[in-house]
């Protein structure tokens, strides 16, 4: 009876989801989890050292499914002699569903269980215990087991949700970093949550005090991920990539993270098991997280570890291009005249070179009447922001020389192309030019950036932060590659392997 506790709660999930249209839920954050993953985040927590009684919170509750997978597990493998369960859920549409449920759940349990279902705010009922943080902590309710699959869902920057935890918030938060450090503060020390969340706060300036709060105040044991990208919520039709953590409240870092990944979320039976130095998975200032999955990854990840400095450090910086064409049709043209110069699009990048041929958009020239808007005619590295998925680089540049077009004396760029310039905005060499290309266009740097950051995008704050080697080294590669002429990726790979990573 204990083993059947999941599928009952699935079976009545999917008549509430009958009736409820998707675009209502998704107003709400509200995504259900599968049979199969639930048991999956379940099945993840480590049991052995639990007490006789234990604390267990499922915040954002929704039908209670991760309740059930987690009191199912229990019931089967634990020696818990007593369950307090405790769930927070906002959504009156689904209570009433909820209530059944937990007393289903309760009828159900082989281990004696009590509920509560609080009808609150998750992060509002909760802020002042937060802000006052350790102050507070014999008061204050902690739990030895949090399981959640939290709402996805922006909020303004000025909510009360987000005024609630400065602490973790940069610009407009999401709801689902707010939860995951909630639960790090709800948890006791030691103990254990396990959250299937986005992607998107492993890398990037605006999750960054999410990840410091959550990887000074806790450590990533296991990280879950999915092979095919698209099948997480597939019923569901979420299509933000989604990963599955287990966090130990613990300053302690442990010396190894356990990454595990399974072809889709309704498919855990090929899963693999890789153990990764946590110092390859957390790293840098910026403490963003790596997922390498091979031991080829975990190689590249090393390689660039070796230097400490980044591009700014050595007197570089990409910056993002300027012109954001649509807003300035004015400044425009469709040809060449009397102060009109060229304005360079991603598709001037070709071969490792910048060249303003035919680019197929009939405005690539831009008046040079407003300073903002143009740029110096100097020596840049261009890259591109954009690639589609099925493209083998996501890492795509190539050497502008401004000697090419003697008689410009500014140029335009389009905010779709990054450029790299020296810090300081002085004259960048050639053979610095061609050694910021090599490195970017080198398999090494191409690999690092995938494993750092899972989207398409090519973000300059990221580039910025990876770390490289002095800028005499990237000068002495630029200088053998303009030797050798070759600008193909196999050719940048032996010279920088041979310059600065031998
Ligand atoms: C992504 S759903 C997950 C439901 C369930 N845990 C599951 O895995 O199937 C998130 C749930 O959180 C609820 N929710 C959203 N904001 C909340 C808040 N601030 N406090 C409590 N619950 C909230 C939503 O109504 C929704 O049911």
């Not at 935890?165 to 939860?179: D, I, K, R, S």
């Given at each position: ?123 509002l009922s909760q802020q002042h ?98 092979v095919s990208r698209d099948k ?271």
């Open positions: 009876m204990a083993g059947e506790i999941l599928c009952r709660i699935i079976e009545s999930t999917k008549d509430f989801l009958k009736e409820m249209p998707k675009a209502i839920r998704k107003k709400k954050g509200q995504f259900f989890t599968s049979m199969e993953t639930a048991r999956y985040m379940a099945g993840m927590f480590d049991l052995s050292s639990l007490p006789e009684e234990i604390n267990i919170l499922d915040p954002g509750t929704g039908s209670g499914i991760l309740s059930a997978a987690l009191v199912e597990r229990l019931n089967l493998e634990a020696s818990v002699q007593r369950i307090h369960l405790t769930c927070y859920e906002i959504d009156t549409e689904i209570r009433p569903l909820l209530q059944e449920n937990l007393a289903r759940i309760q009828e159900m349990s082989t281990i004696p269980l009590e509920y509560e279902l609080l009808e609150e705010n998750y992060i215990d937060f802000k006052e943080d350790f102050l507070a902590v014999e008061k204050q309710k902690k739990y030895d087991l949090i399981i959640a699959n939290p709402p996805y869902l922006r909020v303004m920057r000025n909510d009360a949700a987000a005024a609630a935890m400065p602490e973790v918030v940069h610009g407009a938060p999401n709801m689902y970093f707010l939860f995951a450090a909630m639960s790090l503060f709800n948890l006791k020390n030691n103990a254990e949550m396990v959250y299937i969340i986005p992607r998107s706060w492993t890398s990037g300036l605006y999750f960054h005090h999410f990840r410091k709060y959550l990887l000074t105040n806790g450590k990533l044991v296991q990280i879950h991920l999915f997480v919520f597939k019923e569901e039709e979420v299509l933000q990539e989604t990963m599955i953590i287990k966090v130990k409240k613990t300053v302690k870092e442990p010396e190894f993270v356990n990454l595990t990944s399974s072809q889709s979320s309704n498919d855990f039976k090929e899963t693999t098991s890789f153990c990764v130095p946590y110092s390859s998975v957390v790293a840098g200032k910026d403490l963003y997280v790596f997922l390498p999955t091979s031991l080829e990854e975990m190689d590249v990840i090393h390689k660039i570890h070796r230097y400490t400095h980044t591009l700014p450090e050595e007197g570089l910086r990409m910056r993002t291009g300027i012109v954001v064409d649509f807003r300035q049709w004015d400044e425009l043209r469709k040809e060449p005249g009397e102060h009109i110069v060229p304005l360079f699009y991603s598709q001037h990048i070709r071969d490792g070179r910048v060249h303003h041929h035919s680019s197929g958009k009939e405005y690539d020239w831009i008046v040079d009447a407003k300073p903002g808007l143009i740029q110096k005619n100097k020596n840049y590295v261009f890259c591109k922001r954009f690639t589609a998925k099925e493209e083998r680089r996501r890492l795509q540049c190539g050497v502008y020389l401004s000697e090419d077009y003697p008689e410009y004396a500014s140029i335009g760029t389009q905010n779709k192309i990054n450029y790299v310039d020296l810090l300081d905005g002085s004259y960048m060499d050639a053979q610095t030019a061609y050694g910021v290309y090599a490195l970017l266009n080198s398999t090494l740097f191409d690999q690092y950036y995938r494993v750092l950051n899972g989207s398409t995008q090519v973000n300059s704050t990221e580039i910025n932060s990876i770390p490289v080697p002095p800028f005499a080294k990237i000068r002495q590669i630029g200088e053998r590659v303009l030797a050798s002429g070759d600008l193909t990726t196999p050719a940048c790979d032996q010279i920088v392997m041979e310059v600065a990573y031998g």
